[in-house]
């Protein structure tokens, strides 16, 4: 069965403190991973991943797929509190076209 | 559209009836896909669609469900005799072909009393 595993579940972090978010599937036929923001209902789109060893970067945000090892990272640097949302990862894979989601880590940032 | 526009935003409606909710993807986006997120849970799947056809409805929770897309852009979620169990966000999302970036609507928050 193709499943996503985001790891923490929920970080509580201050201002100006780098993190790393985690991201292990399991998924046959592996096509991309990506990786979503939530902060209120709609998920904005933040990655698309698709091949081993190369860093995706936007701002203070970059993530880095390896295809070997079946994970992704997430790294946020000098977080800020508009950084607190909820971070979704999720996979297109198997013989299906749908996202696969994993269930998010929940990311605060204190002042 | 600039976006993926869902309406309504929010839908309160008592149990036993029918709801309809509307999802009107980016322009030229072949792919639409339905999800549902309860209270405090991650994203469930429902249903995609590749231009007006389904091949795969088996996210479908029962057979009150059901979805539809007409001239390969808007797609309508229909539940039907509603349940309490239904309550959620229904998000819906395009992208410009199969396994490519898919963006999000805001979603329709449906509450049944």
């Known amino acids: 069965e193709d499943k996503v595993v985001q790891s923490p579940l929920s970080l509580v972090v201050h201002e100006g403190d780098t993190v790393t978010l985690n991201c292990s599937y399991e998924v046959t036929n592996f096509r991309s991973l990506l990786w979503y923001k939530q902060e209120k209902k709609a998920p904005t789109f933040l990655f698309m991943l698709t091949s081993s060893g190369i860093e995706k970067k936007s701002g203070r945000l970059s993530s880095i797929l390896d295809k070997k090892e079946l994970f992704s990272i997430l790294n946020i640097t000098a977080t800020q509190t508009g950084d607190s949302a909820i971070y979704l990862c999720?996979?297109?894979?198997?013989?299906?076209?749908?996202?696969?989601f994993g269930k998010g880590t929940k990311l605060s940032v204190k002042p | 559209g600039a976006g993926v526009s869902q309406s309504p935003s929010n839908k309160v409606t008592e149990k036993g009836k029918d709801v309809e909710l509307r999802c009107d993807p980016i322009?030229?986006?072949?792919?639409l896909y339905w999800y549902r997120q309860s209270l405090g849970q991650g994203l469930e799947f429902l249903i995609y669609?590749?231009?007006?056809?389904?091949?795969?409805k088996s996210g479908l929770p029962s057979d009150r469900f059901s979805a539809e897309r007409t001239g390969g852009s808007v797609s309508t979620l229909t539940i039907q005799r509603t349940q309490q169990e239904d309550s959620a966000v229904y998000l819906c999302?395009?992208?410009?072909?199969?396994?490519?970036?898919?963006?999000f609507g805001q979603g329709t928050r449906l509450t049944v009393v």
């Open positions: 669609f590749q231009g007006n056809s389904a091949p795969d």
């Open positions: 999302a395009s992208s410009l072909a199969l396994r490519t970036e898919a963006f």
């Open positions: 322009s030229g986006h072949t792919a």
């Open positions: 999720a996979l297109y894979g198997g013989s299906q076209g749908n996202l696969i």
